[in-house]
């Protein structure tokens, strides 16, 4: 006589944290379950976490998908608390951080050239599903379980609650300045706003040994941009002067904006052979003319937040970048 084995029981851990169950933007006390450890795992307890426009974003149901009870937040900072029979890159006890995924196919090439953020099988740290149809929760938690490969290590000198947005505001601007080539010393970059990521990215690129210039709307910026975090120049985006004596004058410009916004205007300030990079989200298409593009070979691209290995080089061999950028 045949006989039927059991399911197999998936054992889960307990936790609690803060959930969306509408679009209204409310949070509520929410308790859910975690998988237990798995052999390649690491279990996190979370004690910091950013908190993102993103989130705001998935919460309100903006960009549409969103799947309530929702748990946000892909900035989170923690301390290892339990590792599995196979993991070796951490023990209980080290400071770690997890962003924005947390599971890719680990096949493609994408994946291969570890830039899993552009797998497309990717698994967003929240909102997302694993293969076996679990869902994923963010950071606004107590705890978090991942496959050890979605962790980076925290340098012991770096603060966990300054650390945290590196891991989303962060690697969404070191990204493109390095893969861009706009990261070399005496490079002239554009910064255009100065909200979560634009700060950042001065930041950084003032640590670089780049000469930074943030573009904004507001000229109440110009204070914050140059004396409090350095940058060499401002330019009021709706000063037609101003526009005019920076034409042709930027080796590259980051752009952190996701209102609707002129990229032919921030064309012109590129020099030829400049790159404009997008790393904001505006919710309609933006309109360039080939003009633009063509006379002067410059380039309009794109970037989103990093891979697992750029993301550790941020933390670790760009250290004293890091370090300069959340010390003030």
């Given at each position: 006589m045949d006989t039927v084995s059991p399911p197999l029981?998936?054992?889960?851990?307990a936790a609690f944290g803060w959930a969306a169950r509408d679009p209204s933007g409310i949070l509520s006390p929410f308790h859910f379950s975690v998988r237990a450890?798995?052999?390649?795992?690491v279990k996190i307890k979370i004690l910091y976490c950013g908190v993102c426009h993103t989130d705001l974003h998935f919460i309100r149901n903006d960009w549409g998908g969103s799947s309530y009870p929702l748990v946000p937040g892909h900035e989170i900072a923690g301390i290892v608390t339990e590792v599995g029979a196979k993991a070796r890159?951490?023990?209980?006890?080290?400071?770690?951080?997890?962003g924005c995924l947390v599971g890719s196919c680990g096949a493609c090439p994408s994946c291969e050239a570890s830039e899993e953020n552009y797998c497309p099988k990717l698994i967003r740290t929240y909102n997302d599903t694993f293969p076996d149809g679990a869902r994923t929760?963010?950071?606004?938690?107590?705890t978090i379980v991942v496959d050890e490969h979605f962790a980076v290590r925290f340098p012991e000198n770096m603060p966990l609650d300054a650390g945290a947005p590196l891991l989303c505001a962060g690697i969404s601007v070191y990204s493109p300045l390095s893969y861009y080539g706009l990261d070399k010393a005496g490079l002239r970059v554009g910064v255009v706003g100065l909200g979560g990521l634009g700060h950042v990215a001065v930041k950084f690129a003032k640590a670089m040994g780049l000469k930074v210039t943030v573009i904004s709307t507001s000229v109440g910026k110009k204070v914050e941009a140059v004396d409090r975090l350095g940058a060499d120049g401002f330019i009021l985006s709706t000063n037609e002067e101003q526009i005019q004596a920076a034409v042709g004058t930027l080796d590259g410009i980051i752009d952190t904006v996701s209102a609707m916004h002129s990229v032919e205007q921030l064309l012109r300030l590129l020099k030829a052979r400049g790159k404009l990079v997008l790393v904001g989200l505006p919710e309609a298409p933006l309109q360039v003319n080939a003009s633009s593009l063509v006379e002067g070979r410059k380039s309009l691209v794109?970037?989103?937040v990093g891979g697992m290995r750029e993301t550790q080089?941020?933390?670790?061999?760009?250290?004293?970048?890091?370090?300069q950028l959340i010390s003030s």
């Open positions: 029981k998936v054992e889960k851990a450890t798995g052999e390649s795992d890159k951490f023990q209980p006890g080290d400071k770690v951080g997890v929760y963010g950071g606004y938690a107590d794109g970037s989103l080089e941020m933390l670790t061999s760009q250290q004293s970048t890091a370090s």
